[in-house]
């Protein structure tokens, strides 16, 4: 791994931190929040790829982890994990990494079109996925009631998804070494 990859890694983990400096706001029934933090997986996975992507992502649930209070209102140590929010948490690095993949095998022809597609496939139903397993552990629901819960949130995250969008096709095509750095 280079200097570079480290960096990207790196800058990644603290962009995604950085936007947890936005308040979150907290729905009553599952206790997760919504905030911009999920718009993190979706720039790292768009811009560095799959593999820094994840690890960027991994990073900062290891510093979370740890008890850094990275997350939107300050949160932070392994507590959080094992809340409401775990399973998103943990889809962060997955979704990082499909992103990326799917970026990655098309990067040549790639379209603003083909971008919003791939970032809202490893955003939203992918990270759904994941996250509403775990919300439907955590707080006692059936899957389609969790599924539900969380409908609120799509709404929010089809918005990162457009920001994501014009802001990895804007890096695309700013610096074109980004996807095989």
Same mark, same amino acid.
């Given at each position: 791994m280079s200097t570079r990859d480290i960096v990207h @890694?790196?800058?990644f983990a603290a962009f995604t931190a950085a936007l947890g400096l936005f308040p &979150? %706001?907290?729905l009553p029934l599952t206790g997760v929040p919504i905030t911009a933090q999920s718009m993190g997986p979706m720039l790292? =996975?768009? @811009? @560095?790829? !799959?593999? /820094?992507?994840f690890l960027s992502q991994a990073l900062l649930l290891v510093l979370v982890a740890a008890g850094l209070p990275l997350l939107a209102g300050g949160r932070g140590?392994?507590?959080v994990f094992l809340g409401p929010t775990g399973g998103f948490l943990l889809g962060w690095a997955i979704s990082a990494w499909l992103i990326g993949w799917l970026f990655e095998r098309n990067w040549r022809n790639l379209t603003a079109l083909k *971008?919003?597609?791939y970032i809202f496939i490893g955003g939203i &139903?992918?990270?759904? +996925? @994941?996250g509403t !397993?775990?919300? *439907? $552990? %955590?707080? #006692? +629901?059936?899957?389609m009631q969790a599924l539900l819960a969380n409908a609120p949130f799509v709404? =929010? #995250? +089809? $918005? /990162?998804?457009?920001i994501a969008t014009i802001v990895a096709m804007t890096v695309r095509r700013a610096y074109p070494m980004m996807a095989r750095a």
């Open positions: @890694i790196a800058l &979150p %706001v907290t790292a =996975g768009a @811009i @560095i790829g !799959a593999r /820094k992507g140590g392994f507590g *971008a919003t597609a &139903p992918a990270l759904y +996925l @994941i !397993a775990w919300v *439907a $552990v %955590v707080v #006692d +629901l059936s899957y709404a =929010g #995250d +089809l $918005v /990162k998804v457009a």
